[in-house]
């Protein structure tokens, strides 16, 4: 006992220094500044991280001729209980908390502890005792707030390892309720006078979407994404005569799979280089989703435009749905490249299919980007189609005659060409849009040897934080693809389709409820649907709600 009070005595000039310096340098803000509490001292100590020193020559703002510098001499070189900043600044005139004064006394009666356990400690005094008592006891509050902060967090990083799903897994969730309504008085025909009637009831569908984002090095993403909807196309049965009519009326979010949960998408993104981006889909590949589509406040399914035509240019839906890889040089740069290729039959060994030999799509896209105020884009896709019946050049956007010209069982050869862009004009403002032109060649089937091209166009406006912040007004206007020219327009049966001109408006008012519920009502009204004049205007009212997680 008596030996442990000597080892004891010997050790009190380290906390009577201490005491003395945080004192003083406490005393000089404590009038001016307000109390800080427990989370602001983690926040302060996160930003200001010390590092111990072993000699007080290595604090930069430390002077020989300072009045305290000997007893932080002391408590640097002789107990190590004192630390600096990263910067080698000791800081001495700042003030601090007492909460930053009781981390600072626990330190040095750690120190305390340590020396009077090793026997290394010099005389002590009962004066000095009695200093320690007082001093413990005065902040016993303090360090046990400390010292519960930390047991508390301790508990809940344990519960959140032994609960946590994956350490490399994170899910993100997407589910749409939607209402939707068509109005007009015809179903649109493809060509001359429309002869049925356009019978349609209200419907309220649903899509839900749950994606599985794992990360093995920081810098890479494996994506596994699991589906189920039930939103049948606005088009209806041709044979039945349902629906509108045409694929102009689409939702954007529409497909039905009677809601059964099925993976419809898998792919593997990583760094080659810190210059190059690489994108490999296994599945689900879907251009839209890998490279700039610059028009991003109506792009997303779930959170941009209602329509289908509304989202992005047609050319980002070529070998949609396939697999392949695409690569992104310079992607952060002002200027990127991209390339893709995208086989939408890959996982089939049959004869014309597969990854080189069936459905595919070549993609190349120069992406000019020296500001957020303007981007613009430069697009090619080459595509070759089998001759199977599911042929689509622009996967049922725009006309019918447009999607499949030469009608079904055609192998088709297609060259897609395509400008767009984004202006941002102010922080509120933007204005985006896109051209393209796409030329196609039967290769086989009744229609060999007959081309047709094909235009489309279109442009968005996007008012932001109209009516609350988070909050988008959007109008979209343009003309859905439509087949202007080529041999094919020749062919008898053929004369009377896309003889006139579609126009697509489409308002819609995106309402930001929370940040993870967003209500969007909108009306899309299509003018001389299937480009005749001859249909009747049709309207697509709807109201959806998408709820992220």
Sequence with gaps: MTKRFWNLFKVSPVVLAA???????????????????????????????????????????????????????SLVERYGCIAGYPNSTYRGNRALTRYEFAAGLN??????????????????????????????????????????????????????????????TKLVGEAIFAVSDVFGDTRAARGGDPTQDLNYN???????????????????????????????????????????????????????????????????AFNFTDAVRVKVDATGGELYENVNTFNPDFTSSGRGALSRYGRFSPIYRQGQGGAGVTVTFNPKGAISLSGAYLARTANDPTLNNGLLDGDNAIFGQLSFQPTKAFNI???????????GAANNLF?????IFANTPFGANTRTESNNYGVEATFQLGSTLALSGWGGYTTADAITGANAGTDADIWYWAGAL????????????????????????????????????????SYHLEGLYKYKVSDNIQVTPGLLVIFNPEHNDANDTEYVGTLRTTFTF
């Design 462 to 501: 996007a008012l932001k934080d109209f009516g609350g912040e988070g909050n988008v007004l959007g109008v979209i206007f343009g003309q859905p693809p439509k087949v202007t020219g080529g041999s094919i327009k020749n062919v008898a049966g053929n004369t009377t389709f896309d003889d006139s001109t």
């Design 19 to 73: 005491t003395f310096l945080v004192a003083n340098s406490a005393l000089a803000g404590e009038v001016n500044e307000q109390v800080t509490n427990v989370g602001e001292l983690s926040e302060t100590q996160e930003s200001n991280d010390m590092s111990q020193v072993t000699s007080v020559s290595q604090f930069s703002d430390v002077q020989p001729t300072d009045w305290a510098f000997q007893a932080l001499q």
């Design 107 to 168: 330190a040095c009666l750690d120190r305390v502890n340590e020396l009077i356990a090793t026997a290394t400690a010099d005389l002590v005094s009962k004066q000095d005792l009695a200093t320690l008592q007082r001093l413990q006891e005065e902040y016993s509050a303090e360090l046990a707030t400390l010292r519960g902060r930390v047991d508390g967090l301790e508990a809940r990083t344990s519960e959140l390892e032994a609960n946590q799903f994956s350490t490399t």
């Design 377 to 387: 884009g430069l697009t090619y896709a080459r595509t070759y189609q089998t001759d």
């Design 395 to 399: 996967q049922g956007t725009g006309s």
């Design 202 to 268: 209200t419907t309220f569908s649903d899509r839900v979407r749950l994606n599985l984002y794992s990360s093995f090095t920081g810098k890479d993403q494996l994506q596994i994404r699991l589906n189920a909807n039930n939103t049948i196309s606005n088009r209806g049965n041709d044979a039945l005569g349902t629906g509108t009519g045409t694929n102009m009326s689409r939702l954007g979010f529409d497909g039905d799979n009677g809601n059964a949960v099925v993976i419809d998408k898998i792919n593997y």
